[in-house]
């Protein structure tokens, strides 16, 4: 990725540098969804990350990892985040015999980001999980892309935001 600075561009030229910049967002719906929800209580504001993100270039894919259950509640969740803009991924939720679950996207994340990195600018990633930061740190190097996250600071692993070129955090800005 090639950095332009700007020490006295005027608006017009930084624009114009967003204009061109290709983005890649991809969200840990479950990371994301019990983050917030413990740390504050409530539920993200996709919508509101959108704009900000809209506003910093070209959103090129914006994937949604989330389990599928199948209730009303979630389908209409899902359907919101199609008219924002999201592609919804989707993994059957299995309930094992032992009570424990299985819904687990990190590797088709990985997978997507991998293919992604490759044609784009910029790798935004949702999510709190530290298995993601030797990914980070892979794209960041061969495919010389930026690589930011949005996490909850108090659940976000210390090597994920370590990894990562620009971390930010999700707080009351991006929440309803």
């Known amino acids: 990725m090639t950095v332009k600075k700007l020490n006295q561009g005027t608006k017009q030229e930084v624009n114009k540098v967003k204009?061109?910049?290709?983005?890649?967002?991809?969200?840990?719906?479950q990371n994301i969804y019990y983050t917030t929800r413990q740390a504050y209580g409530r539920q993200f504001n996709y919508r509101k990350l959108w704009q900000k993100i809209s506003s910093e270039g070209n959103i090129i894919?914006?994937?949604?990892?989330?389990?599928?259950?199948?209730?009303?509640?979630?389908?209409?969740?899902q359907n919101a985040l199609k008219q924002i803009g999201f592609t919804i991924r989707l993994k059957p939720y299995i309930q094992r015999s032992d009570?424990?679950?299985?819904?687990?996207?990190d590797v088709g994340i990985t997978i997507d980001i991998l293919d992604a990195a490759k044609e784009v600018d910029t790798v935004i990633l949702l999510s709190g999980d530290g298995d993601f930061d030797?990914?980070?740190?892979k794209i960041k190097r061969d495919d010389h892309v930026c690589a930011e996250v949005y996490g909850v600071p108090s659940l976000t692993s210390s090597s994920l935001i370590d990894?990562?070129?620009i971390y930010h955090r999700i707080d009351?800005?991006?929440l309803l």
């Open 19 to 29: 204009a061109g910049k290709k983005i890649a967002i991809f969200v840990d719906v």
């Open 61 to 77: 894919t914006a994937n949604a990892y989330a389990t599928h259950r199948g209730d009303d509640k979630q389908l209409k969740f």
């Open 99 to 105: 009570g424990s679950a299985k819904g687990d996207w």
């Open 134 to 137: 030797l990914l980070l740190e």
């Open 163 to 165: 990894s990562a070129s």
């Open 172 to 174: 009351e800005d991006l």
